[in-house]
């Protein structure tokens, strides 16, 4: 059995991680489910989203609509309080470094860089974002990862990246090149990062022990994760648009 929560798992959150998914567990074990004592870090994210033995993982909402509906179920959307964005959504934000004076338009001009071609805030949101107001952007350098990506702009190696909104407030507290970078744009709201299990399970017991793992964190573990609750949105909110360029890998 595995179970994962990639997608804010951090070194600086780790323990309140491992805290969260212990009363997740135990809910779930007292439901009757079978659940690992322990997150796995050691699978790649988007490979355990493809195990038979999944318990429990988080999914983006890109993944999702590429690759694994119809063969995941879905349980609920994180709410982790994103500003302008309804509970369950979240977007993301286009960064330069605090000391770049120019607006998108000018910014698109220079270096891109990306955390993967199919990460709907490193990558999709900014395609539809050019979509929309006509502007191009220039083939990205991949970076394999959102703190990377927000390093490159504020050393001075890219110019502006796109990173999950959720993930720059974390990194304002754990990644000082953070501090070095400010806001240009915030993109329109999708689902957030999504709770799934294995395919043709009840979602009700796992949407049911996420609650009362979230409702029993500490202040601090809940300050540290800032995650408010899960969120059951229509499956029509997950049919985003999908712009041209982006792709799973494999």
């Known amino acids: 059995m595995i179970a994962s929560l990639p997608m ?17 567990r135990d809910a779930l074990r007292n439901a009757g ?28 909402v890109l993944p999702w609509k590429l690759r694994f509906e119809g ?7 994180s709410d982790y309080g994103v500003t302008d964005c309804p509970p369950g959504f979240f977007n993301a934000v286009m960064l330069a470094r605090a000391d770049d004076p120019r607006d998108a338009t000018a910014l698109v001009k220079g270096c891109f860089a990306a955390n993967a071609r199919h990460s709907q805030s490193g990558y999709g949101a ?10 191009k952007l220039p083939d990205p350098i991949i970076t394999g990862a959102h703190d990377k990506s927000v ?5 001075g190696t890219a110019d502006f990246c796109f990173v999950d909104a959720h993930t720059f407030w974390m990194q304002q507290n754990d990644l000082p090149a953070a501090r070095s970078c400010r806001i240009v744009h915030r993109t329109r709201p999708v689902p957030g990062q999504s709770f799934v299990t294995q395919a043709g399970r009840d979602p009700a017991p796992y949407f049911a022990a996420i609650t009362t793992a979230i409702d029993g964190l500490s202040a601090t573990d809940r300050d540290r994760l800032g995650l408010r609750g899960i969120v059951k949105l229509p499956d029509t909110a997950y049919d985003i648009t999908i712009a041209p360029g982006v792709a799973f890998p494999g």
């Open 151 to 155: 390093q490159m702009v504020a050393d």
């Open 33 to 60: 489910i079978g659940a690992p004592d322990a997150l796995n870090r050691e699978v790649l994210y988007r490979e355990s989203w493809g195990r038979d033995d999944l318990v429990l993982g988080q999914i983006c």
């Open 8 to 24: 804010y798992d951090r070194p600086a959150n780790a323990a309140a991680h491992d805290r969260l998914w212990a009363g997740i």
């Open 126 to 135: 900014a395609m539809n974002f050019a979509n929309r107001t006509g502007l």
């Open 71 to 77: 063969h995941l179920t879905l349980i609920g959307a």
